[in-house]
């Protein structure tokens, strides 16, 4: 558990199985995205089924647990945020869906990918970390707030507005942007989507500009945030590779050797 007392957010990974003791989330509300297996969410007499990419949503005092698929343990992220926090953001956790919250592949990266730079901005401690973490936390929650109501996305060919200029400069500016969003899920048609380039052009563009693959650069971004959360003895292999962007261990394991010629395991031993 990474905990941030004078936070009031604290992130965890976590691995089943889950005992049958495991604590209700008394004085916290708690998010959690289900990464690996499936199982149930058993709430009084209802028992719904969840598996990955689901996402549970536990306001303070909610009376839950759950249960794993003893074939297919389940595997967790989950961020917990105080009352306190709550409190601040006049944010009432009845307006928040309750339970299992049916989300499309692209809406659930984005929740995990949010939790994520909660963490890395925790990593970097800088004097506005926590602010920025409770902004993004509070971004998180106004995203699942909104959950059921309509959602418009600007066509490819727009571009995201922070990106302006010309073709070549809306392609440095999301190679910088990179170096804080490394770690989201996402593919090389949407990057060049986001642009509003085409594979081809962005592909073109984005080696011109780094003298490397799109490909090679994301893993080299994440493989090296990976050493260096390597170094904290207390972090499990299996939440580094959740916190970096990967999206299972297996293939954690296969870019890190290619990567560094060595295993996570070697490389932290070293």
């Known amino acids: 558990m990474t905990q941030n007392p004078a936070w009031g957010l604290s992130l965890s ?7 049958a003791s495991r604590p209700s989330r008394l004085e916290e509300l708690s998010l959690l ?16 089924a969840i ?15 759950l249960v794993d698929d ?4 389940l595997v967790l992220e989950e961020l917990r945020v105080s009352a306190r926090v709550l409190e601040v953001a006049a944010l009432d956790p009845d307006l928040l869906p309750n339970g299992v919250v ?8 984005r929740i995990a990918g949010l939790m994520r730079r909660v963490e890395i901005e925790r990593k970097r401690d800088l004097p506005h970390s926590c602010a920025l973490a409770t902004s993004l936390t509070l971004r998180l929650l106004a995203d699942l707030a909104a ?21 070549m400069a809306r392609v440095r500016a999301y190679v910088q942007d990179l170096e804080q969003h490394f770690f989201e899920a996402t593919n090389l048609d949407a990057a060049a989507a986001s642009l ?5 052009r962005f592909t073109q563009l984005f080696r011109q500009c780094t003298d490397s693959s799109w490909l090679a650069y994301v893993r080299r971004l994440r493989i090296e945030h990976a050493k260096r959360l390597l170094a904290e003895p ?18 954690f394991y296969r870019a890190f050797k290619r990567e560094v010629g060595v295993s996570p395991n070697q490389w932290r031993q070293s």
């Open 13 to 19: 990974t976590e691995r089943g199985p889950f005992p």
């Open 33 to 48: 995205v289900v990464r690996q297996g499936s199982g149930w969410l058993e709430r009084g007499m209802s028992r719904l």
């Open 51 to 65: 598996g990955v990419g689901s996402c549970v949503v536990l306001p303070p005092a909610a009376d839950a647990r």
């Open 70 to 73: 003893p074939s297919q343990p």
């Open 102 to 109: 049916a989300l499309d592949a692209d809406r659930a990266s």
């Open 147 to 167: 959950e059921g109501q309509p959602t418009s996305s600007p066509a490819p060919t727009q571009g995201r507005p922070w990106y302006q200029g010309d073709s």
């Open 196 to 200: 509003g380039l085409s594979r081809r």
């Open 234 to 251: 207390q972090k499990t292999v299996l939440s580094i590779a959740f916190e970096c962007g990967f999206e299972d261990l297996s293939t």
